[in-house]
């Protein structure tokens, strides 16, 4: 049993990892301004009446020190994680992203945390041509998104090197399940997808739908961070973690329409700036590291997640 902080634990990923966190018997401290998040995320507390919810913002190094007290493991999800949303606003997000990111390495220093687990992402690749994407590619972000999450990267590996502590940087290609938000103008496609499926509305989709991605179910994600946690020696590597199979927007559309039983044909939009055209992950370096091999696939995934928010409705 361990100590452990999830920033960002009121989100999509950081609520289904602090959830498996506390089913293997953690002690979880969320710390979450909810801004994105939501409270009904956490409701998994009355269950676990050991959860802690500390509603603060990372860009406040003090608060990010008291949240950090005390614990031995972070996994820092806590982002503004939209591409769209940094390209109209780069001050804020990188406030969040890249001074966030900082002031939780600087807590956890200070602390002497066993590990931080970061939540990086695959846009750091940008629209490279080579496929899949391997980790030793240089980055190409396109955003500052992805601009800010490479940085991220590169102070956790510096923070080991510079000093000691134990970092990892988990690439996520395109995350997917339950509690992810359909309602936001900035929500992932799949979300969108179902939400407008189930409404008997249009998805809409930007570009010719044949921009393709490494969907990656969220069981998969959390057990990355599991995997990470208990891995033995760690010296801030960066590593994909994805499914390594692609799936392009107008496949993804048909095998929800599939399990949904649904006609609806698509409005085509014109596809938008940051958008990278192809995105598929190498993960062997995943699997070399931390052991890590995807267990869920896309269509379970999809299956299950399409059921999740049929039982919301
Ligand atoms: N979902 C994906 O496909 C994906 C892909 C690559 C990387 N990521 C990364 O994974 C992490 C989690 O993403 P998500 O999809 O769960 O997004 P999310 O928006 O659901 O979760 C982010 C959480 O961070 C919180 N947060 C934002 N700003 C904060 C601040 N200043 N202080 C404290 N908390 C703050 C939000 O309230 C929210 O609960 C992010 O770091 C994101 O960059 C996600």
């Known amino acids: 049993m361990s100590r452990v902080l999830v920033t960002g634990g009121a989100g999509f990923i950081g609520s289904n990892l602090a959830e498996a966190l506390l089913k293997k018997g953690h002690l979880v401290r969320v710390l979450d301004d909810f801004s994105t998040g939501k409270r009904e995320n956490l409701i998994f507390n009355k269950k676990y009446p050991s959860l802690e919810i500390i509603e603060e913002d990372i860009r406040d190094l003090v608060a990010c020190q008291k949240a950090i007290k005390g614990t031995e493991y972070v996994f820092h999800q806590a982002a503004l ?102 309602n936001s103008l900035y929500s992932a496609v799949i979300p969108k997808f179902i939400d407008a499926l189930l409404r008997g509305h249009p998805p809409i989709i930007f570009g010719d739908g044949e921009q393709s991605r490494d969907f990656t179910y969220i069981e998969n994600v959390v057990q990355a961070n599991l995997l ?62 931390i052991n890590y091999e995807p267990t869920v696939g896309i269509e379970i995934g999809l299956k299950k997640t399409v059921e999740f928010f049929q039982r919301q409705q």
């Open 81 to 182: 994680p939209s591409v769209q949303r940094s390209i109209e606003d780069p001050e804020a997000s990188n406030a969040i992203n890249v001074g966030g990111t900082l002031n939780i390495l600087l807590a956890a220093r200070e602390e002497g945390v066993k590990r931080v687990i970061y939540a990086s992402s695959s846009s750091i690749y940008g629209d490279t041509p080579t496929l899949p994407k391997h980790e030793e590619m240089p980055s190409n972000p396109l955003s500052p998104y992805a601009l800010q999450k490479y940085i991220g990267e590169q102070y956790c590996r510096l923070f080991y090197q510079l000093y000691g502590l134990d970092t990892i940087s988990l690439r996520y290609f395109n995350i997917f399940g339950p509690k992810q938000d359909p």
């Open 228 to 289: 990470a946690m208990s891995a033995e020696h760690l010296h801030g590597e960066a590593i994909n973690i994805a499914c390594g199979k692609r799936t392009s927007l107008s496949q993804l559309l048909n095998v929800l329409k599939k399990i949904l039983g649904s006609k609806q044909s698509p409005i085509y939009q014109e596809s938008r700036k940051g958008d990278v055209k192809h995105s598929l992950a190498d993960i062997r370096k995943g699997k070399e590291i």
